[in-house]
Each structure stands twice: as structure tokens, then as C-alpha cells.
């Protein structure tokens, strides 16, 4: 290796370790508030990227998670046919009641066996109005974000990257829940 070669790859090494610690940072004073459900929400020690896979709206339109920068994200991965999945989601109804705006917001990703008219037939029956009603009808997405068990929920700062993420149910609704978030799009908006 010549001493340009080494040069960029350290260079390169640096960069990268600088993000990481950068990130870790950014987001490591969320560990004291992890509080009841929120203890299950492993924080990222790294900087994982949402990835750039199709999945589908209401309409059937093709949308990526990349479409959703801007604002710190909530994704919840789940099915109709996930009894603890249907447990929490009127929870995360409430929690987009008390939250949603211009920082944060929260999308529903119904994965593999979850037909549209099962989605509505369980959004109406759960009274969840506010919620949008995403697909991934063959887990693609849901398998590029490692989700290896439902439900599985992933939050992301502004830009799309991974603050943490929380396998199984979790009560959204509980104020220590709330406050965990919103910390979170504090933290993530300040300069």
C-alpha cells in the first residue's frame, strides 16, 4: 500500500469513527430515560441507514422510508394476524394523537400476509383513524431492516438514520413512553 493509499483509508477510518461517536453521542442521554417499556429500545451504537427498499402506501403507490426525512420517524412493523402487534397499536394511535407535527411522525408497515381489507377491517374495528396504512407485502422491507420478529419498532433521527429500535410490543401511550420520544425529537432538532 503506497502513502496516498494509507492516507484515504485513515482518513476514511476517522470519518467513520467520528459519525459513530458523533451519533452515540447525540442520542446517549435518551438511557436516562428509559423507563418501562422504553428499557426494551436498544439504542444504536452504530450509524445504520434506513434502507432505500420499496414498499407500498394506501393506494398502492411505491414509496422508501427515504421519502420520509425530515422529521424523527416512529416505524412500526407489524401484522394483522401479530396478536401483540393488534395489542399496541391503538397505543401508537395515541401517541401519534399527542405527537405528530412538523418533528416526528409515525408510520405503520403492515408486513407479508396483511391484505388491504384486513388493515382497514382492523383500523376500524381499533378505532384508529389517525395512523397511515403502509405495505410490504413480501417483508422486503421489513428484511432489509432486519426485523426478525414482529412487532419491531424502529426510530430514526431527521435524516433517516437509526436512533434505536425496540422488538415486541410496547405500551406508546404511557408518559414515560411519550417523554422518551419526545427527548428524542429534541435532541434531534437542536443545533
Known amino acids: 500500500m503506497n502513502k496516498i493509499q494509507y492516507a484515504v483509508l485513515y482518513t476514511s477510518f476517522l470519518l467513520i469513527a467520528n459519525v459513530l461517536s458523533a451519533n452515540e453521542t447525540k442520542f446517549g ?6 423507563f418501562g417499556d422504553m428499557k426494551k429500545m436498544a439504542l444504536s451504537n452504530n450509524v445504520f ?3 432505500n427498499t ?15 426525512q425530515g422529521r424523527v420517524t416512529l416505524v412500526n412493523f ?11 397499536m391503538p397505543s401508537l394511535e395515541t401517541l401519534s394523537n399527542q405527537l405528530d407535527g412538523d418533528a416526528f411522525q409515525i408510520l405503520t408497515i403492515a408486513t407479508m400476509r396483511s391484505s388491504s381489507e384486513a388493515i382497514d377491517n382492523f383500523f376500524d374495528d381499533n378505532n384508529i383513524i389517525n395512523l397511515p396504512k403502509f405495505r410490504d407485502p413480501k417483508g422486503q422491507l ?15 433521527d431527521k435524516n433517516g438514520y437509526e436512533i434505536g ?7 406508546w401511550s404511557k408518559s414515560a413512553t411519550i ?9 434531534d432538532t437542536a443545533k
Open 29 to 34: 442521554e435518551l438511557n436516562n430515560l428509559k
Open 49 to 51: 441507514s434506513a434502507p
Open 54 to 68: 420499496v414498499f407500498f402506501d394506501q393506494d398502492g403507490k411505491e414509496i422508501t422510508l427515504k421519502q420520509f
Open 78 to 88: 407489524w401484522a394483522t394476524w401479530c396478536a401483540p402487534c393488534r395489542k399496541e
Open 142 to 156: 421489513a428484511r432489509a431492516s432486519g426485523v426478525a420478529a414482529l412487532p419491531l419498532t424502529i426510530l430514526l
Open 165 to 171: 429500535r425496540l422488538i415486541g410490543d410496547a405500551d
Open 179 to 187: 417523554d422518551f420520544i419526545k427527548k428524542a425529537v429534541e435532541i
